[in-house]
């Protein structure tokens, strides 16, 4: 394959330019098997052949102490692969313990995609949104006259996961409520329906206390704002807080 912009060779299908220093791949479609991963990478929407490639990554999966070296390596194969390509965006859909260590592994914008058919889920959805990166860090996103949160530490882990989005522009935190229902499981945190603006709600819950945030987004509607809820919940169950 030439690159799309000064016709330069590369090595793999929609590998970033090393010569004009240019992007080949908008975004790439990750989907996750615990023993074989499928790479597609697309370009923009309004080329005439916005599927530039495939890839495909197998491992040999490993049982016990074995187990964590070899999904660490398998990781860290695919995450050379996107970096490689240097994408906007990753739609992962699969295994859940592949797509968190890949995670781990690169630092582009992540969503969930959970379609039979996820290269076209991907398309059309990128086709039908065009919503604003916010790139301030976590910690600067988070803001309002509630400065506490409950779950301590654990509490902030979980709100900084939500404020890394790249569509999240402001975490506010709010009241504490300590009159729910008590609960064993520890802290808990999940992503409430959107209003009709694209805003969302994050519901934090530690033993009896209760705490609603407020998630403003840059969605500009309840479709959008959906969207973003179902990749903040994917977020917050990758990191075990559901």
Do not use: W
């Not at 495909?56 to 390509?85: C, H, Q, S, W, Y």
């Not at 260590?101 to 914008?109: K, L, N, S, W």
């Amino acid at each position: 394959m030439e690159c799309r912009h000064c016709a330069s060779p590369l090595e793999k299908p929609g590998d970033f330019c090393l010569v004009c220093r240019e992007t080949n791949t908008e975004a790439v479609v990750l989907e996750a098997a615990r023993d074989r991963a499928t790479l597609t990478m697309l370009a923009d929407e309004d080329c005439e052949e916005p599927v530039l490639g495939k890839t495909t990554i197998t491992t040999m999966p490993e049982e016990g102490d074995n187990e964590v070296v070899e999904l660490r390596n398998f990781a860290g194969l695919i995450g050379d692969e996107i970096r490689r390509k240097r994408p906007e965006e990753v739609y992962a859909g699969g295994d859940r313990a592949v797509i968190r260590a890949v995670r781990e592994e690169v630092h582009h914008p992540f969503y969930r995609v959970d379609d039979e058919e996820p290269v076209q889920a991907v398309r059309d959805r990128r086709g039908n949104r065009a919503l604003d990166v916010v790139d301030t860090p976590p910690t600067e996103k988070i803001g309002g006259s509630h400065s506490t949160l409950i779950g301590g530490r654990t509490g902030m882990q979980a709100i900084q996961a939500v404020a890394g989005h790249p569509h999240v522009k402001k975490v506010i935190p709010g009241p504490i409520d300590a009159g729910g229902k008590g609960s064993q499981s520890g802290l808990r945190a999940k992503v409430t329906r959107a209003d009709d603006g694209g805003n969302v709600r994050m519901l934090l819950r530690d033993g009896s206390s209760v705490q609603e945030n407020r998630v403003v987004t840059t969605a500009r509607d309840r479709e959008m704002g959906e969207r973003i809820r179902e990749d903040l919940n994917d977020v917050l169950s990758e990191a075990d807080f559901q």
